[in-house]
């Protein structure tokens, strides 16, 4: 094995290490907008639930 065949395979290997940490880091990137949205979306439920209740407690009054 020569020298050149010995850079391929490790500028290969290199590649590979590469894409196999953009993916890994496209799905985490993922997963936190999914737990983002989610927060989000329950915060909007809380506050939508109080304002219900702040003007059912001002309309029974």
Do not use: H, P, T
Request: glycine residues 4%; charged residues 40%.
């Amino acid at each position: 094995m020569g020298i050149k065949d010995q850079f391929q395979d490790k500028a290969q290997e290199l590649s590979e290490k590469a894409k196999q940490a953009a993916q890994r880091g496209r799905g985490e990137a993922s997963e936190r907008s999914s737990q983002a949205r989610e927060q989000s979306q329950d915060s909007l439920d809380d506050a939508q639930r109080e304002a219900e209740d702040r003007f059912n407690r001002n309309y029974d009054a």
